[in-house]
C-alpha cells in the first residue's frame, strides 16, 4: 500500500474509534448525568474551552510537537472525558471538559495540517495536482469519519437495553414530556429512569477502550512527518505571528458580509445542541427510555452522512440558495411541530422522523455555510474559519447553558427566531453579493473544508 495512503487510513481509523466514544457519549449527557443539568452544563464548558483553544493552542503545539504527537495528546485529552464520567459530579466532568476543550481544536488543525502535507509530498512525487490528492484524502477520511456517529450510538443503545429495570411509563408521567416538559427532575422517575451503574460502567469501559485503541493506532502505526516537509510546515506556522493571528480573527468582523453570517453561524450550534441536548431528553428518555436516545441518534448520523454527499454534489446545479430554502423550511416545520407534538411510546415511528429531518438540514447547514465562508472569504479562508468556529461554538455554549433553565418550547421559540434572523441577514448577504458582481453566478462550489460536527461534534 503506498505510504501515505496507509498514514490517511491510520488517521481516518484512528478518529473513527475516538469519536465512536466521544459522540455516543455526548448524545447520552443530558440523559446520563441529568442531576442539576450537570451533563449539559459539561458540554456548555467544553465548547467554551473549545473556543478558547481555537485561538491559542493550534499553532504552538503543531510547531513545538510535531502533527503526529499533537495528533496523539489531544486524543488522550478525549480519553480523560471518558474516564470523568466513571465518576460523575461537578469536580469530575467540568475539569475534564475543559481538557477535552482545549485538545479538540489541536486535534482537528494536526489533522488538517497531516493530510494537507501527505497529499502535497505524493503530488510532488506523482506529479500530480496537489489540490486534487488533498482532496482525495480529504474524502477518505470523510467517508471512514462519518460513521462514528452510527457505532459510538449502536454501542449505547446496546448496552443499555440490556437493563432489567425497565419502568412502565404512566399517562401522568408522559405529561412531563414534549415542549411543556416539566424542569424538576421528576423526569427520572419515568423512561428516563438511569440504568444500573453496571451497564453504565460497561459502557464507559468500551468506550474508553476505544479512545485507548485510537491512541495506540496512532502513536504505533502514524509515520512522522519528515523532517524537511515539517520545516516547510512550521514556516508556515510561523509566518504569521500568533498575536497577528488573533487579532486577525476579531479584524475580519470588519467585512459586514462576515457580521450578518453570524446569526447562521450560531445557529448551527443553536439546532445541534438542541437535537444533541434537549430532543433526546424531554422527547426520546421522558418517553421511551434512554436506551432509545442511540438508535434515535443513528438515524440523525445516517441521514446527515447521506444528505452532506447528496448537498455536496447537487449544490453546482442548484445553487446554494435554494438548499438554504430546503433547510429553513425543512427546519420550521419540525419546531412547529415538535411544538404541538405530546411524545407518546405508541408513536414509535415519530420519533425516528423528527432526527431524520434534522439531519438533513444540518446536512445542508454544514455543507453549504462552510462552502459558502470558502467562496466569500478565498483571500481570508484562516481567520473567516476561526470566525466560523468562533460563533459556532459560542452558539453550542448558549444552547446547552440555558439547557436546563428553561423549558423545551421557550427553547423552540428561541431557535425558531434565531433561524428568520439568520435567513434575513443571509439574504442580505446574497443581496450585497449580486451588488457587487452582477453577473457573476452565484451557484455555491463545494469546499473540503471542514470537519463536521466536529468541528461541530468535535
Known amino acids: 500500500m503506498e505510504r501515505n495512503l496507509k498514514n490517511v487510513l491510520v488517521i481516518s481509523f484512528g478518529f473513527l474509534l475516538l469519536f465512536t466514544a466521544y459522540g455516543g457519549l455526548q448524545s447520552l449527557q443530558s440523559s446520563l448525568n441529568s442531576e442539576e443539568g450537570l451533563g449539559v452544563a459539561s458540554l456548555s464548558v467544553l465548547y467554551a ?84 490528492i488533498i482532496n482525495q484524502y480529504f474524502g477518505v477520511f470523510f467517508l471512514v469519519f462519518q460513521s462514528s456517529g452510527i457505532w459510538g450510538n449502536l454501542i449505547s443503545s446496546l448496552i443499555l437495553s440490556q437493563s432489567s429495570t425497565k419502568v412502565e411509563i404512566s399517562e401522568e408521567d408522559l405529561e412531563c414530556c414534549g415542549a411543556y416538559n416539566c424542569l424538576t427532575d421528576t423526569t ?144 420550521i416545520a419540525c419546531i412547529i411541530a415538535l411544538l404541538l407534538w405530546k411524545p407518546h411510546p405508541k408513536q414509535l415511528a415519530v ?41 459556532e461554538s459560542l452558539g453550542f455554549v448558549i444552547a446547552f447553558g440555558y439547557s436546563t433553565k428553561l423549558q423545551a418550547y421557550i427553547k423552540l421559540y428561541i431557535l425558531l427566531s434565531v433561524l428568520v434572523l439568520s435567513m434575513v441577514t443571509y439574504g442580505a448577504v446574497e443581496y450585497l453579493e449580486a451588488k457587487s458582481s452582477p453577473g457573476t453566478p452565484t451557484a455555491t462550489k463545494t469546499e473540503n473544508g471542514g470537519p463536521h460536527s466536529q468541528e461541530t461534534f468535535m
Request: hydrophobic share 45%; net charge positive.
Open 351 to 391: 420519533f425516528f422522523v423528527f432526527p431524520a429531518l434534522w439531519g438533513l438540514s444540518d446536512a445542508v447547514w454544514q455543507t453549504q455555510t462552510n462552502g459558502l465562508y470558502g467562496i466569500l472569504f478565498e483571500k481570508h479562508k484562516e481567520a473567516a474559519f476561526a470566525n466560523y468556529r468562533l460563533w
Open 49 to 132: 474551552a473549545l473556543i478558547l483553544s481555537s485561538m491559542f493552542l493550534p499553532p504552538i503545539l503543531i510547531k513545538k510537537l510535531g502533527c503526529k504527537w499533537t495528533i496523539a495528546i489531544s486524543m488522550c485529552c478525549y480519553i480523560a472525558f471518558s474516564l470523568g464520567n466513571f465518576y460523575a459530579s461537578w469536580y469530575t466532568l467540568i475539569p475534564t471538559s475543559v481538557i477535552l476543550g482545549l485538545g479538540g481544536a489541536p486535534l482537528w488543525s494536526a489533522k488538517c495540517t497531516y493530510l494537507t502535507i501527505a497529499g502535497t509530498a505524493y503530488a510532488e512525487k506523482a506529479g500530480k495536482n496537489a489540490k486534487d
Open 188 to 331: 427520572n422517575t419515568t423512561g428516563s429512569a438511569k440504568p444500573s451503574n453496571s451497564l453504565i460502567y460497561t459502557l464507559l469501559g468500551v468506550y474508553t477502550a476505544s479512545g485507548v485503541l485510537a491512541v495506540l493506532l496512532v502513536i504505533v502505526f502514524l509515520d512522522q512527518i519528515k523532517s524537511d516537509q515539517a520545516e516547510t510546515e512550521k514556516e508556515k506556522l510561523e509566518a504569521p505571528s500568533f498575536w497577528s493571528t488573533f487579532l486577525a480573527t476579531f479584524r475580519h468582523l470588519k467585512d459586514k458580509r462576515q457580521c450578518l453570517l453570524i446569526p447562521l453561524t450560531m445557529y448551527s450550534g443553536f439546532e445541534q445542541g438542541f437535537l444533541s441536548g434537549d430532543y433526546t431528553k424531554v422527547y426520546v428518555t421522558c418517553a421511551l427510555g434512554i436506551q432509545y436516545v442511540g438508535y434515535v441518534m443513528i438515524c440523525f448520523a445516517a441521514v446527515n452522512s447521506l444528505c452532506s454527499l447528496l448537498f455536496g454534489k447537487i449544490s453546482q446545479f442548484t445553487g446554494r440558495k435554494l438548499l438554504f430554502a430546503l433547510a429553513t423550511v425543512t427546519n
